[in-house]
């Protein structure tokens, strides 16, 4: 798969484990607003290596999300599921490009790329203890399917399973 661009200059570029130290830096940059919530994300506590690890064996894909100037602003990985799902996760926006739409056309991306493979579903978890984020994906259609609850610092967290059909 080659870099696609997005009318509003959004590029999403294949990632490959050479990309893995620059992928968990700014996953980490994403996500570090959770550090001290009560209910930091288990992404804190990956390691470059790992990630580096799980995208040279396919075990894992992922796109890094660039601007039109070609600064990478973000990340996300994802995986094929049950035979007819995208599943995807660690959707991770550096602060500063975040309200302007990008996660959105992150969204429409792989919904676009589930459908060229002939995928029915897409799939993704958040944590409802975030109200953007589990509302960016009810705006764009997907229905809560099922939840658990993780421990994840001093707090439970009630993490819901969101499903859309292509």
């Known amino acids: 798969m080659s870099a696609t661009t997005t009318d509003l200059g959004i590029a999403f570029r294949p990632a490959t484990a050479a990309d893995a130290d620059r992928i968990h830096a700014m996953t980490q940059a994403a996500y570090a607003e959770y550090t001290n919530t ?23 894909s992922a796109l890094l999300i660039e601007e039109s100037a070609g600064a990478t602003v973000g990340s996300v990985r994802y995986r094929f599921i049950e035979g007819d799902c995208l599943y995807f996760f660690r959707l991770g926006l550096l602060p500063e490009a975040r309200g302007r739409g990008i996660a959105r056309q992150v969204i429409d991306h ?57």
């Open 38 to 60: 009560g209910y930091p994300s288990s992404v804190l506590q990956e390691r470059a290596a790992d990630l580096q690890e799980a995208i040279a064996s396919g075990r894992t």
């Open 110 to 166: 792989l919904e676009r790329l589930a459908r060229n493979q002939g995928f029915t579903r897409i799939r993704c978890q958040v944590r409802v203890a975030v109200p953007r984020n589990y509302h960016l994906y009810e705006s764009a259609g997907f229905e809560r399917i099922g939840e658990e609850t993780a421990r994840r610092g001093d707090a439970d967290v009630i993490i819901a399973t969101m499903e859309k059909r292509l």
